[in-house]
């Protein structure tokens, strides 16, 4: 009889400490806090998990401490204290309730940026005309690398970004990085001396609407529009069977893609892009393809890392939002628009009003007429918005694909722009820009903001045109000291109505102005 009730005794001891197993929460970390993270340096840093409704947070790093008590959700978060970089590979202690919870290992500190855009951004090391010679020099280990599913889209926000982690630069790996950001990270890690983490949250051919969080949306009325247009053709979509009709569809334009690719291969020539044909995977909750969905994107790939401790975003994008010339369809009317209320969004929901922007310009490139637009509009509005900037890669890109595989210079034109305009390294000279014109009998003077460099002509005078008649026609640019640039009249005599550089999609070959640091001179146009 004793031996039955101590065996009772054992068994409900055993199934309280069951009990109190499930019922007590296990301290969970977004994967953004994992083994090889970077946290930003002098600034306060961010930490956020979730733990046992009410419990007491305590967490521990490099001296550093902050405390927090878990929400009746269980969510909390907490701030450490401003750091100086380390490349040292410290740990993060976290308890729950005075009891060691949480470690995590392996992490450095110095400069972090967010990598966000679309395919351009996107486009991997390995694909890049350097790609040999930079992968076998990429064994970096204070440069780390956030990677993530970049098919990931979610209706709701999530906290979560399952199978995210953090990878050390090194040849095994790096030719799967954002190209654009490892040659931003692999200049800066050498110029800054200090580790560098990448956060790559970007997916091509998406639009501005995908990265913008729902309750922004709204502020563009051109998004407005869109949305409603949007929804209506989706409930549409999903009551008349438009999966299954899609599919139908897709199946002629995937057997005329294959037909074009059998004839390539026949003659020995570059397979079509499916792109071209409109190739895209029907998804059976929405009309649009993956790319396309609005706020979606963000929701699963940036909403849960906003808030970590950042220095900025490295934005590339543009070509989704940079199509078409009509004003009452065409988001690159608004482009500026846009790129402003998401900036802003971004940098709410990361609670940093100075989280800088640094856009890439776009390159050239043939057969995009509103590109010149779109260029001028991420200038007007990284001046709007302040903390940001702007880097000019004209003299980049190829005439027929919108993935020029040059993506090195991309990134040092990037980060030179970062040491000047972040990191207040006055060797580094800003991007000349032009800033007046004057219009008298004969042309045209233009006058630049050199910024205390030398500006120089680089082969044939070539890429100005002036405005006579109501007609833009080439003319003969002089350089004029170091600060003006004339370009006089076809017929000697004309007074021009305005004047412009490079204001064409395609304009690579005709890129002249140059500052002693190899920056171009910005596209611009002036009118009267």
């Known amino acids: 009889m004793a031996g039955v009730k101590k065996l009772a005794i054992l068994l409900f001891a055993a199934c309280a400490a069951f009990g109190a197993g499930i019922l007590r929460a296990e301290v969970r970390l977004p994967e953004i806090f994992s083994d090889g993270m970077v946290f930003q340096r002098q600034k306060p840093v961010k930490v956020w998990g979730m733990a046992e409704p009410g419990a007491d947070v305590k967490v521990e790093f490099a001296g550093n401490s902050g405390s927090a008590k878990a929400g009746k959700d269980g969510k909390w978060s907490l ?37 966000g855009g679309q395919s351009n951004m996107e486009w991997v090391l390995a694909n890049t005309d350097d790609a040999k010679e930079a992968v076998a020099r990429s064994g970096y280990p204070a440069l ?97 069977g438009g999966y299954e009709k899609r599919v139908e569809m897709m199946k002629g334009r995937r057997a005329k893609y ?75 009317f608004v482009f500026g628009e846009m790129y402003a209320n998401m900036a802003r969004a971004w940098r709410e929901r990361w609670g940093c009003e100075k989280l800088f922007f640094l856009a890439a310009q776009l390159p050239s490139k043939g057969g995009a007429p509103a590109w010149p637009r779109v260029r001028a509009q991420q200038i007007s509005a990284s001046d709007e918005i302040g903390a940001a900037a702007c880097a000019n890669i004209i003299d980049t890109g190829a005439e027929n694909d ?56 680089r082969g044939e005078p070539r890429g100005f045109e002036l405005k006579i008649g109501g007609k833009w026609v080439a003319a003969k640019p002089e350089l004029k000291g170091g600060s003006s640039v004339w370009i006089a009249s076809p017929d000697g005599k004309s007074v021009p109505e305005g004047v412009r550089y490079l204001w064409k999609p395609w304009a690579k070959p005709d890129v002249w102005i140059y500052n002693s640091q190899n920056a171009p001179l910005f596209p611009f146009k002036f009118e009267k």
């Open 79 to 115: 701030f450490l204290g401003a750091m100086e970089a380390s490349a040292e590979p410290r740990e993060m202690r976290i308890s729950e309730n005075g009891k060691p919870a949480k470690t995590v290992k392996n992490i450095l500190v110095g400069e972090v940026w967010i990598l």
């Open 144 to 240: 780390r690398y956030f990677k993530m599913d970049s098919n990931r889209i979610e209706e709701k926000e999530q906290y979560f970004i399952p199978g995210a982690r953090w990878i050390a630069s090194n040849p095994k790996d790096s030719g799967g990085f954002s190209a654009v950001g490892f040659y931003f990270g692999e200049a800066l890690l050498k110029d800054l001396k200090v580790p560098v983490g990448l956060v790559n949250v970007c997916k091509g051919g998406t639009s501005m609407r995908a990265w913008t969080p729902a309750e922004y949306i709204d502020n563009v009325p051109f998004n407005k529009r869109w949305m409603v247009d949007y929804n209506k053709k989706r409930a549409d979509y999903l009551a008349n």
């Open 258 to 332: 294959e037909a074009a690719c059998k004839k390539a291969d026949a003659e020995g020539k570059p397979r079509p892009s499916a792109w071209e044909y409109g190739v895209s995977v029907p998804l059976k909750f929405a009309h649009v393809p993956f790319n396309e969905i609005p706020i979606w994107h963000w929701n699963a790939k940036v909403a849960p890392v906003a808030g970590y401790s950042a220095r900025g975003v490295l934005w590339y994008q543009g070509e989704s939002d940079g199509w078409g010339e009509n004003p009452k369809y065409s988001p690159s």
């Open 402 to 457: 919108v993935h020029p595989r040059d993506k090195t210079l991309v990134g040092r034109r990037l980060e030179k722009v970062a040491l000047n305009s972040v990191y207040g390294d006055k060797s580094v000279l800003p991007t000349p820009r032009a800033v007046s014109a004057e219009y008298r009998a004969g042309g045209a003077a233009v006058g630049i903001n050199s910024f205390g460099g030398k500006l120089e002509g």
